[in-house]
């Protein structure tokens, strides 16, 4: 008999791409910028994370604008989401409909030498990034403006040798890094520590977050 390996503490993540992303992130890239140089009105008047020199943090009323543009991408990020939690949990028809999203969503605009530190989102259970302008990345900096996700396994590397300094995908130590794509969502729960790398190149990095937590629509 040969040994069975298996998973036993995963963490599921969920990728998706807009099957339409070039003409909705040019509207998206349009609007943004346009709302952050509107300057305080749309920004963030109580950040949770110390803000960085070159980034913009948007308030957490976005899913809130009528405009198209943003109602598409709510559409595509509500569907894919319920996609996942309805897999993942094993609910049906009956049980999906019950739901009652509760939510934060707002968007960053991230210029040279912007980046974001290492934290989680309490109290909310699922966590998203969609990808609107990854800008570009200057070849001295192949890291620059990546979303990097931290092993949530804080003791797997407390001892090396060679019975586990090469384990492979899913068992691996050390972080995950993405280098967001346009039209690129990415879910994870909440509760995973992700940071963004120093964005480096001469243009915008532009994305848009959101926080979900979940009730009853049942009196």
């Not at 979303?147 to 130590?173: E, I, V, W």
């Amino acid at each position: 008999m040969t040994v069975e390996i298996y998973p036993a503490f995963s963490v599921p993540f969920g990728q998706r791409r807009h099957p339409n992303a070039e003409a909705l992130n040019g509207e998206l890239k349009q609007l943004l910028l346009a709302r952050e140089a509107e300057g305080t009105r749309y920004a963030n008047p109580h950040p949770s994370l110390k803000q960085q020199r070159g980034v913009f943090e948007s308030d957490f009323e976005l899913f809130s604008w009528p405009e198209a543009c943003v109602q598409e991408l709510k559409r595509f990020c509500w569907e894919s989401l319920g996609q996942a939690i309805a897999e993942l949990n094993g609910y049906g028809a009956r049980e999906m409909a019950a739901l009652q999203i509760y939510s934060h969503t707002w968007y960053h605009v991230t210029r040279k030498g912007g980046f974001t530190i290492l934290h989680t989102h309490p109290m909310a259970s699922w966590s998203g990034v969609y990808c609107v302008d990854p800008g570009t990345t200057p070849e001295d900096y192949p890291e620059s403006g990546v979303l990097r996700f931290h092993n949530p396994h804080h003791y797997s590397n407390y001892f090396m040798d060679a019975g586990n300094a090469k384990l492979r995908a899913p068992y691996h130590h050390g972080t995950w890094s993405i280098r967001l794509q346009p039209g690129q969502l990415v879910l994870f729960p909440s509760w995973v520590q992700h940071e963004v790398l120093p964005f480096h190149g001469d243009d915008e990095r532009i994305t848009v977050a959101f926080n979900c937590w979940f009730g009853s629509k049942d009196p």
